[in-house]
């Protein structure tokens, strides 16, 4: 499969900024991702981008993807306790397949 | 609206015994389903994949078979559990729109 990376763990202060990085290898990917997992649940789909964008905002999340670089980044704005849980990248590779990263856990500190 | 199903929630095995996890998903048809297993609470690992009824791709070699009798239900099986089978899985499925929506999961422990 593609290899898909994000750094194991984050942590930030209630109402500063986020960023959680991922790097990816499958130039011909068509769209990317990023999901939440709290725990013991399932992954909740929170954004998608299509390659042929640079950017996509959605409420409190940025999104960035440099395709030369293959490097995709969320920006969580005024982040909250309640935004404290495991974010994954993914890509969706050809034949429907998706990989994902392994997962970065996010701890926002009150 | 689609929603999917997994059950059980939670599932405790002896080594060597059969597994078998179900999947269903509703409000949608010819969906493209998938199971993953998550070990650890951590990374997402793909092990089975099926476009269409019969129609099974595996990542990778193990222990595990799945099956999709019917369109919209998938199922995950072991003839004989191992420790490392111990994890989370996640059956998920997918249409049209590219998006990938996820099942609450079944944790399995194999003692």
């Known amino acids: 499969g593609e290899d898909v990376e994000q750094s194991l763990f984050l942590s930030v202060r209630e109402g500063d900024s986020s960023v959680i990085n991922c790097t990816y290898t499958d130039s011909s990917s068509t769209y990317l991702y990023w999901y939440k997992q709290e725990p013991g649940a399932g992954l909740q789909l929170l954004t998608y981008?299509?390659?042929?964008?640079d950017m996509k905002q959605d409420q409190r999340l940025t999104v960035l993807l440099n395709k030369k670089d293959k490097h995709l980044s969320l920006r969580i704005a005024d982040t909250q306790t309640g935004d404290s849980a495991i974010y994954f990248c993914a890509e969706m590779g050809t034949g429907n397949q998706f990989y994902f990263g392994t997962g970065t856990s996010l701890t926002v500190i009150p | 609206s689609q929603t999917i199903h997994q059950w059980p929630a939670t599932l405790v095995q002896p080594v060597g015994s059969p597994l078998s996890l179900e999947c269903t998903v509703e409000?949608?048809?010819?969906?493209?389903l998938y199971w993953y297993r998550q070990a650890a609470g951590r990374g997402l690992q793909l092990l089975f994949y099926s476009v269409g009824i019969g129609q099974i791709s595996s990542e990778v070699p193990q222990n595990l078979s799945a099956s999709r009798p019917q369109d919209r239900q998938f199922i995950l099986s072991s003839k004989k559990l191992l420790l490392s089978d111990s994890g989370f899985y996640l059956c998920?499925?997918?249409?049209?729109?590219?998006?990938?929506?996820f099942g609450p999961g079944t944790r399995l422990t194999v003692t």
């Open positions: 981008i299509f390659s042929n964008m």
């Open positions: 998920a499925w997918s249409y049209g729109t590219y998006e990938q929506y």
């Open positions: 409000g949608t048809s010819n969906p493209n």
